[in-house]
């Protein structure tokens, strides 16, 4: 018989009867499953499970066999989230979902991530889950992410409705009971014309209407959880409210039930508390629409409307119906719709909101274009080559979105905590008041509900759980302004605490952009003909220096052959029959190997390494033939980075493949005073596996060759094109292709972490001080009992605190401008 629950799963790689014979074995031998059913045909495997977390214990066997459970993310947005209590219920009931695998909950952006197994569950079944839990989910199209700042900026207004409505109703009690008690006169005046038991019956009635009107949501949402066994924020307010309010109720319709020394009404402090609360969270509506603005920005440069040519014909179309191929035709001043190349025309386009870089680049005839630039004033016709989902901005947008809702290492202590925070509170709260009513002072009863009410007010989990992410979202959004792309959340927290930079040559300290400058040729050789033999070679290569040597060939007017049985050995060089002669192209090494002896040839090419310049070897038919010295000049601010780099006190190493005196001739130049020459691309990680003994270590390349060493290092930082950013090594990537994003990288994530750690800093001890405050602590030396008014603004202040602390992230400075970062 089986169990009561079942679901179906989408498997991938089952190509034959013996695959489904062995996923079936596998989930035969997983506890807690029955009835396993496998189907070739509709490539799915259902089974009968006790518990959700069997589901997750089947993905992982189906993993391990090799045949994976086909995965899916989505993403909702969350309502009525004000604590990091709420995190932890939503987190509790997505993941009770059968299917759900992985759920990240972000209160600063008040949206989940959820990661499923397709087949298993859907959308609607995940935001049915949320919504039952009492927080209402709309699912997020991927090609229709909402307008946050617009979503938030209409909360905020329907949030300071409540607060104005609820502001003229509280005003008049506020002034009846509290300015009675500061001015005698006051007080008099009421006795003698309406009466006092008049005033508290207004008081009352006002009182009553702000509690179940702007107030309302409260006690709909904070006594469920509460009946739950789970209490929130929400839970505090309305228990604290309703304790000051039933009180005052008593007082002023039941005194007989009352000593006449503590016959007294709190209408005030429970309508004054929601007027506050609802205040705060109107400024925290808006400083979260702030938040999330780096996003909106990125969102605001995808082009709607694209001009093309079809059949010989110009159309607008809707950007989203742009297809691959398409040829695009843009305006002066227009933004670009995809990404492509250019097929006609020539214009200067600004690439600022992508790279960080603000000059603009020139665009002509087979250049590259990236979607969300903006052209200048001349006109362009490119062929679209990556469009939708698939452009450079829309990757961008996902590694921003992907970065922003990381949780970091430091954020797991505070969901422990927070998640038990709210219980602790309300006991805190009932051991306060039986405290006040065994020891404290008359009036007794008055007292105690005072301080307890205090208590309950005045505790703020929402400052807790808004302390990391909401410092995740203004800096990484701040960081991607900037042309500094954190893919991985633990880089964030890691990059700015690294003791050592490690840097690639190629591409990352130089141009990348390499150009020929010598041919030494060896006796009984042709130029010409070394060069189109050479040059036939390097052609079927992608190296830079390969595309160097071929350059100068056509620019010379030379016509290259057919090369064939081409041979290229990582490290060495290449290999290739050309015209029927054996040319080999490489390093000495190479050489060395095939046994070509490098007569003179070998004290040339040490001279133009010692230079600065790259130098390779070419043999003919055995015979050595030429020296090719190739200089791949320095990036312009690549000194000017190394020094920022130095100045924070982090050594700078180079890795380079090239000869040792090459290497060292750039580090003079740059200012690198440790260097690592003559390593293959594959011993790259050994390097940095050494290197990372004497600290924590960046390692900053090409993302493609030195993908194993971007893996290896503590942080792997790649260099980008502005067009290829779907680096999966790497950690953090520089749109700008220069070294200047690793110091902008460094400086966004210390000043991040440090931005965390002074929110945490100040939600944790604005608790820890306030609460024995609320608790009576003071009033045994000072007499001082907290006012839950008080209280209430306090707490709300809390939270604006923390959003406004890390709201300062948006104006980090990039590190090589003039001025100086902003402390954070």
């Known amino acids: 018989m089986g169990y009561p629950h079942s679901t179906t799963v989408q498997v991938e790689g089952m190509s034959c009867a013996s695959c489904v014979g062995r996923v079936e074995r596998s989930l035969e031998g997983v506890n807690g499953l029955t009835d396993v059913t496998v189907n070739l045909a509709s490539e799915t495997a259902r089974f009968s499970f006790e518990d959700t977390k069997n589901v997750w214990d089947a993905v992982e066997a189906l993993r391990e066999l090799g045949y994976p459970a086909r995965e899916n993310t989505l993403t909702l947005t969350i309502d009525s989230m004000s604590c990091a209590s709420c995190v932890g219920r939503v987190e509790k009931a997505l993941s009770s979902v059968p299917g759900v695998i992985a759920v990240n909950v972000n209160l600063a952006a008040e949206t989940a991530r959820v990661t499923f197994v397709e087949g298993a569950t859907d959308a609607s079944t995940i935001q ?29 207004s329907a949030l300071a409705r409540r607060v104005l409505f609820a502001s003229i109703l509280a005003l008049p009690v506020f002034l009846m009971e509290m300015g009675g008690h500061a001015i005698p006169a006051l007080h008099h005046m009421i006795g003698q014309t309406i009466g006092h038991q008049t005033s508290w019956v207004l008081q009352f009635l006002l009182t009553t209407a702000v509690l179940f009107g702007p107030g309302r949501q409260f006690y709909l949402k904070g006594f469920p959880a509460l009946f739950k066994g789970a209490p929130d924020m929400n839970s505090l307010v309305a228990v604290g409210t309703s304790a000051a309010y039933g009180y005052s109720v008593i007082s002023t319709f039941l005194p007989q039930l ?21 205040l705060g969270r109107w400024m925290e509506a808006r400083a979260k629409g702030r938040t999330g603005a780096a996003i909106q920005k990125l969102l605001g440069l995808q082009v709607r409307k694209a001009r093309v040519v079809r059949d010989g014909a110009e159309s607008e179309i809707d950007a989203t119906d742009l297809r691959v191929g398409d040829l695009v035709i843009v305006r002066p001043g227009e933004r670009l ?101 065994v020891l404290g002072p008359t009036p007794t009863l008055t007292n105690a509900l005072v301080a307890g009410v205090s208590v309950l007010i005045i505790a703020c989990p929402c400052a807790m759980g808004l302390a990391t992410p909401t410092s995740i979202m ?110 080999l192209i490489g390093a000495d090494r190479l050489m060395q190997r ?33 020296v090719v010295g190739v200089a791949d000049p320095v990036k312009s601010n690549s000194r000017n980075a190394i020094a920022k780099l130095k100045a924070k006190g982090l050594k700078v190493v180079m890795i380079t493949g090239d000869k040792q005196e090459t290497a060292e001739a750039i580090a003079r130049e740059t200012g690198i005073e440790h260097v690592v020459a003559g390593v293959l691309p594959d011993a ?39 067009t290829d950013v779907a680096i999966e090594s790497a950690d953090v990537v520089l749109m700008s292709g220069d070294l200047g994003g690793v110091v902008n990288g460094i400086e966004a994530s210390a000043s991040t972490l440090r931005n965390i750690k002074q929110n945490l800093g100040w939600a944790f001890g604005y608790n820890i001080a306030l609460i024995p405050v609320a608790a009576g602590v003071l009033f045994p030396v000072f007499g001082l009992l907290l006012s839950p008014v008080l209280a209430a603004g306090a707490m709300a202040l809390s939270s ?11 104006w980090i400075k990039p590190a090589l401008d003039d001025t100086s970062q902003v402390p954070a």
Do not use: C
């Open 128 to 156: 049915k889950a949320a919504t039952e839990a009492g927080y209402p989910a709309t699912v997020v199209e991927a090609a229709n992410t909402p307008d946050r700042s617009a979503r938030k900026e209409e909360e905020a």
């Open 258 to 278: 009352l000593p006449d020394n503590v016959r007294a009404v709190y209408f005030e402090a429970a309508a004054v508390i929601v007027v506050l609360i609802l």
């Open 337 to 437: 719709a995809a990404d492509g190349d250019v097929t006609e025309g020539e214009s200067y386009v600004d690439e600022s909101m992508i790279t960080g870089e603000p000059v603009p680049v020139v665009k002509s005839e087979g250049a590259t274009v990236t979607g969300g630039t903006v052209n200048g004033a001349g006109s362009l016709t490119f062929r679209a080559a990556r469009v939708g989902s698939d452009t450079t901005l829309a990757q961008i947008i996902r590694m921003v979105e992907d970065a922003q809702g990381a949780k970091l290492p430091i954020q797991g202590l505070v969901d422990q905590i927070t998640l038990r925070f709210v219980p602790a509170v309300m006991a805190v709260a009932a051991f306060t008041i039986v405290v006040w009513l």
């Open 474 to 583: 203004v800096g990484t959004g701040r960081a991607a302004e900037m042309g500094v792309l954190f893919r991985k959340g633990d880089a964030l927290q890691t990059l700015g605490k690294v003791d050592i930079v490690a840097l690639d040559k190629t591409g990352t300290v130089t141009e990348g952009r390499p150009e020929l400058t010598d041919l030494v040729l060896a006796s009984g050789f042709e130029r010409k003909d070394v060069l189109r033999l050479v040059a036939s070679v390097e052609a079927r290569s992608e190296h830079p220096i390969a595309d160097a040597i071929v350059r100068a060939a056509k620019a010379e007017g030379v016509e290259l052959s057919e090369a064939n049985e081409f041979v290229s050995a990582t490290g060495y060089g290449v290999a290739a029959q050309v015209e029927g002669r054996e040319v």
């Open 594 to 626: 095939e046994g070509i002896v490098l007569q003179s040839l070998s004290e040339v090419e040490s001279e133009i390494a010692k230079s600065g310049r790259s130098a390779l070897f070419a043999a003919i038919d055995g015979q050595i033939a030429a």
């Open 684 to 722: 790259k990680s050994k390097a940095i596996e050494a290197l990372s003994k004497e600290g924590s270590v960046a390692f900053v390349g090409d993302g493609i060759n030195d993908a194993p060493a971007l893996a290896r290092a503590d942080v792997g930082i790649a260099i980008g094109t502005g």
């Open 800 to 810: 604006v605190f923390v959003l406004t602390n890390a709201l300062r992230l948006r």
